[in-house]
């Protein structure tokens, strides 16, 4: 997969990932990326169709923890570390669109 | 450190000392400020010092001494942290712009236990940001060096604590193992690093770079040390859904005993890819071994090869979504913006490092619609194919005997290539893509005179035997090979 | 069955197509991955912790009491439980602390059940799925809404509160159908101790997905989702208007754009969401701080023994007691099932009081004072139907004992007698009959020959002489029978 990635598609990863990007940081990544994909090339046409995916280590199952109340942060402490506060809130610039 | 090094002796021999009154743990405090002081403008192992807390707690572990009370196994120890390690109150930054000044809330888990155990914390030490490199380059606050050549790189990420201990700074440190960031600096700082098995040791606290490899464990200049430390930071945790049942065994002892009978295969795949010496040294460790009466076979992994690959999709693709949290709304940094999605983008462009963003963008990518299968899913099968491979092995070998890092320490500035980076990680890679322990023993001295770490990799909570044949190479090691090192410029010798 | 709900277009007749997500916030002690408070209405951001504000190096421990609650919603619903795998689903969003939401992706606990509605009707249930709860955003200025506000305020107590995701099949024909949906599994998750159904208080929120077709077509038209439904109302209302939209769309020519709608009580529109340029990819994996939830056959039937009764159920056994032929027995049935009342019937029915009646009385009288019902004696109650259906006490007679009893005010005798409705034997009954009839002869002559007006006024004699006391309906028997 020479090349592997396009402008627009790194442009449109660099949205995804909220980065704002200049044109000459993503043509940067644009070829850093597309290198490193080349470099895992072999590996992706490695036959696996046998194999099972891996996401853990060790398949524990079923840890849980009682449905007991405990102290958190006090509020003073969790908000002294916030950019902006507002009314005991975290205080943000206006929202644009709603939750997906 | 001078000759009279309050720990010289080692780190358990420095808590007996303290905990029979014939040392003071405010005396070893402070004199390890000193040194730091002395030392961190040319090395930068440190983002932080705590002075002030270190004395109170080493003044505290006098007081419990003096009242005839036993302050734990690391009685007034003096260990120094990664600063990826949340600490109540005290700066933890991942060496990042986006974090500056952000204090926890909370202790991690390690270090409870370790103030639990009496342990002097004196700092946080300096890594490649959120862990994510192999030099300690990729840092907001600049590289820290490595004190066997101050031009060099000390390794990464962990490369704060692993040069903090070479040069004799402090006797203990932690580091966090994701790709090989415990070993390969130390095998860049001749000192010993150990990842223990996945789950071992509590995350919790430890800021995340790739959740399901991510391993905390310890540095010293001796095995010993190291084994006593990770007693002390493993166990189950019920505040992390991957820490392992079960009760830990006594490791600290395993270091002194004979490997005779044990069976130690040597990854022949690896020397090819390994400079002369550092794999002359792993030749001449496996001497050794059979000297010591152990049964050493070659043994060929090829498909371990395949796991710099698997793991430079799956690290980042694990890493792009914990560090989405950095988004400036309830902690770190904030580049103010009139709508909060172009301030979420401004505050990460900013706060990010190239190497951060760069692993963000390469995670993203392979998560993202239509790749996932190709990329993700693939590295995640391939996670399977190298599993098996290790326990075919694992099969006929106790332990595997590996090279650390290709090379000794290089220059710093002198990769700048991302991909030949990476590279760096190859030999470390497998053990945390599979959750198994691995140790870097220092062993010989290299190419330009610079340590070289010899690698024994062992199955799933294989720690003892791992620790018995770690302890051998130690014995058997070169004595000019560890530090403690005076920090020196290149060429100056020891 | 009531008559298939249509459209009537310009060209033709549709029919909607609707399936429905269902969001029940879980009654748990805890949220899902951490031990803060699960309450409403708490001082903001006064419930949170290092897990529940995403900070650096936290890590999420799974609730065991959400996991059950989620299992008896599974097994109420006649859902397969199954092994199951917490994903994470990655978008930006501020009321998420850790920007990606932990949620169950392709491998839910609960999947493949259905839903029996009043009227029987059986709507599929796809998937209910454990995932973790969002912060609250208050949008400050401009007019409080998000567009034109100056800023917003985020709240996280709810951030982390265990959430079941309910998918219905697109089985659901009507609005009136969707809300019926909605007031069952209300009652189901009440009954499974699952939720308190506080729609108000956001603890059920329902978003719908909806399409229309010509009738007869069998392939499914392009769907938006509705969301911002709060009540049974406005859920009814917007899937009407939305329906009607997609018509006017299609008949104008024109393509349904697959798009997230939200629904504006006040205006009774729904509009368009997303701005363009915002694409969504959640780019979901495992999520790896978290390992595979599987429960085992032994917990899931230990869950299973602990359930209450549900809706249909208590519905099937009171339609047993009374039949369902009646519209006025299926609207008591639901009034009784819906104030807690079918134990008080079926036991009374138990007790040998007169099924039909009990029903009557109780979604009728005692259903004013539903909590002083539920606490009633069915001994009790049963005997005071039993007075009613013997003539003893008259139904005027009775409902006023009734009242009383929920006052607590004493035994339904104990009533009666302080009330002066009791004391009248069928003998004194008659003995006061035969006397009016003695001092009216030329009154009962003409009764005695057919004149039935004149039983009002006998009747009346006798109320006189009894003080009251006599029960109406007996002293027309006592004096019919005398007329044989
Ligand atoms: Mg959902
Ligand atoms: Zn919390």
Partial sequence: MPDALSHDEVAHVARLARLELEDAELETYRQQLSHVLEHVEAVRRLDTAALAPTSHPFALENVLRPDTVAPGVARDEVLAAAPAAEDGRFRVPRILGEAP | MSAAAPFAGGAVALAAAIRRGEESARRVAEVVLEEIAGADDLLHCFNAVTSEEALRAADAVDVAVAAGRDPGPLCGVPVALKDNLCTRGVPTTCSSRILEGWRPPYDATVVSRLRKAGAVIVGKTNLDEFAMGSSTENSANGPTRNPWDTSRVPGGSSGGSAAAVAAGLVPLAL????????????????????????????????????????????????????????????????????????????????????????????????????SPACADAVRRGADALVAAGAAVEDVAIPELLHGLSAYYLIAPAEASSNLARYDGVRYGLRVDADDVATMNARTRSKGFGAEVKRRIMLGTYVLSAGYYDAYYAQAQRVRTLIMDAFRRAYERFDVLLAPTSPSVAFPIGAKSDPLEMYLSDLFTIPSNLAGHPAVSVPFALGEENLPVGVQVLAPALGEPAMLRVAGALERAAAPDARGPVRPHGAGAGR | ?????????????????????????????????????????????????????????????????????????????????????????????????????????????????????????????????????????????????????????????????????????????????????????????????????????????VDANVSVRRVGDPSYGTRCEVKNLNSLRSLGRAIEHEAHRQVAVLEDGGLVAQETRHWNETTGRTTSMRSKEEAFDYRYFPEPDLVRLAPGREWIAAVAAGLKMLPAARRARLAALVGEDAPAALEQIATALDLGLDDLVVAAAGLGAPARLALARAANEAAQDPASARALAPEAFAEVLHLESSGALSATQAKAVLAEMLAGKGSPRAIAQRLGFEGLSAEELDTVVAGVIGEHPAEWERYAAGDDKVAQFLLGQVMRRTKGRANGKLVAEALQRRRA
Avoid at chain 3, 60 to 67: E, S
Avoid at chain 3, 105 to 133: Q, S
């Fill in chain 2, 175 to 274: 580091g966090s193992d994701t790709g090989g960031s415990i070993r390969q600096p130390a095998s860049l700082c001749g000192v010993v690093g150990l990842k223990p098995t996945y789950g071992l040791v509590s995350r919790y606290g430890l800021v995340a770079f790739a959740s399901s490899l991510d391993q905390i464990g310890p540095f010293a200049l001796r095995v010993e040390d190291a084994a006593a430390l990770l007693e002390v930071i493993a166990g189950h945790d019920p505040a992390d859904s991957t820490s392992l049942a079960g009760e830990v065994p006594p490791l600290a002892p395993e270091v002194g005993r004979s490997p005779a009978g044990l069976r130690v295969g040597v990854v022949a795949d690896f020397l090819v890819d390994a």
């Fill in chain 3, 1 to 205: 069955m009531s008559a298939p709900y249509r459209i009537a277009g310009a060209t033709g007749e549709w029919e909607i197509v609707v399936g429905l997500e269902v969001h029940c916030e879980l009654s748990t002690a805890t949220k899902l991955f951490c031990s803060c408070a699960n309450r409403f209405g708490a001082e903001p951001n006064t419930n949170v912790c290092p897990v529940c504000l995403g900070l650096p190096g936290s890590l999420p421990v799974l609730n065991r009491h959400a996991v059950e609650l989620a299992m008896a919603i599974g097994t109420a619903l006649g859902c397969e439980i199954r092994p199951s795998v917490f994903h994470r689903k990655n978008y930006f969003y501020p009321d998420m602390p850790k920007d990606y939401q932990v949620t169950q992706y392709d491998e839910p606990i609960n999947v493949a059940g259905a839903l029996e509605l009043a009227d029987h009707a059986r709507v599929g249930i796809v998937r209910a799925h454990l995932e973790e709860d969002t912060g609250k955003t208050t949008h400050v200025g401009g007019d409080g809404r998000i567009h034109g506000a100056d800023y917003a305020l985020v709240d996280y107590n709810r951030a982390g509160v265990p959430l079941v995701e309910i998918v219905s099949a697109p089985d659901i024909t009507s609005p009136e159908q969707a809300r019926a949906y909605v007031a069952e599994l209300r009652a189901v998750l009440v009954a499974t101790g699952a939720s308190d159904g506080r729609m108000e208080e956001g603890s059920l929120r």
